[in-house]
């Protein structure tokens, strides 16, 4: 790779700056609500709350302001095989949870169960993620079969 190739690959040098103080904003903040949310242990919660934020900060930071400059977009992108499938996936998923939600509601009525909403809630969002994710799988090794 030539030089001249590689220089006009980098982002400006501030951006690279404004990146690192995204980052630090982002982790000091959630570290702060992290602390916040233990006062009897406001320092150790904070640092573990900076420690788990500081990676995805700074890859925000490093996404917002340096990528621009530094990551060709592929102008075919949307027409990959892979989106494709993850589109077919996430359409098929969709159908399997709305006919989930629609039964269990239909037995709630009927029955007249009383159960929290957050475990219900938090079972569809995993049942979602599980079924996309499987579809996904099926549609590959259909494809590639």
């Known amino acids: 790779m030539s030089k001249a190739s590689f220089t006009s690959r980098r982002a400006p040098v ?5 990146a690192i103080i995204l980052g630090a904003i982002l982790t000091l903040a959630v570290s ?3 602390g916040a949310s233990n006062p009897d242990d406001f320092w150790l919660a904070a640092g573990i709350g900076a420690l788990c934020a500081a990676y995805p900060a700074m890859s925000l930071g ?4 340096v990528s621009n ?4 977009r592929d ?3 949307e027409q990959s095989v892979e989106l494709q499938w993850m589109r077919q996936a996430g359409a098929g998923a969709f159908l399997d949870v709305l006919v989930v939600i629609v039964v269990a509601s239909l037995v709630l009525a009927i029955s007249r169960f009383d159960i929290d909403a957050l475990p219900v809630l938090l079972g569809l969002v995993a049942l979602s ?3 996309a994710g499987l579809r996904y ?3 590959r090794h259909r494809a590639l079969k």
């Open 14 to 18: 501030h951006h690279y700056v404004l």
């Open 32 to 34: 702060v609500a992290v």
């Open 62 to 65: 490093a996404k917002v302001f």
């Open 69 to 72: 400059h530094t990551v060709t």
């Open 75 to 77: 102008p075919h992108g």
């Open 129 to 131: 993620a599980v079924d």
């Open 137 to 139: 799988v099926a549609i």
